[in-house]
């Protein structure tokens, strides 16, 4: 079959970005739907949204101050999260206020994701952890390609949140 014209190749561009729209909205649904009560009263999570492309979930239970992870989802699992950290009140945590007395000691572990230093395209503290789309579009870990790690064991999208959550806890 030959395309002629511009047109089509619009319509055809359009058609498959439906197509991968819709894949990536299955896959997000699949993954929250085992966001059960029980798991999150198991880890001390509260769900605050689970509507693609967001999904906002807060730690609560533990001696870090509460964190709420903002993961927006569009392209999952071709494209990892953006994840962005959040006060448990939904404020965008800044650099300033990442250093606080409040956040600061999470921020501090010698171990921790968590960077409090501006990312290039978001201006904010961000996590840099392989799975996160932060650090793949990081100048430091452009190298690294989601698509070598995506399909490894805890890089869906309930074991990035495990995996911060860890971290939050201090259990890393």
Not at 1 to 23: D, Q, S, Y
Not at 88 to 105: C, F, H, I, Q, R
Not at 118 to 124: F, Q, S, V
């Amino acid at each position: 079959m030959v395309c002629r014209g511009p047109w089509r190749w619009r319509g055809t561009r359009l058609k498959v970005v439906a197509v991968l729209e819709f894949v990536s909205r299955k896959k997000f649904d699949e993954a929250v739907a085992k966001l059960t009560p029980r798991l999150l009263k198991n880890y001390g999570w509260r769900l605050v949204e689970a509507a693609y492309p967001n999904l906002d979930i807060v730690f609560e239970t533990g001696a870090s101050p509460p964190l709420r992870l903002r993961l927006t989802c569009d392209g999952w699992d071709e494209t990892p999260p953006a994840i962005t950290l959040l006060t448990a009140e939904g404020v965008p945590l800044s650099t300033s206020n990442a250093a606080d007395m409040t956040y600061g000691p999470m921020f501090a572990r010698s171990n921790s994701v968590f960077n409090t230093s501006a990312h290039d395209m978001t201006g904010r503290p961000f996590i840099c952890m392989r799975g996160s789309r932060e650090f793949h579009t990081h100048p430091s870990h452009r190298h690294e390609a989601w698509e070598n790690y995506r399909r490894l064991s805890g890089n869906d999208l309930i074991g990035l949140v495990v995996q911060l959550w860890r971290v939050w806890k201090g259990k890393r």
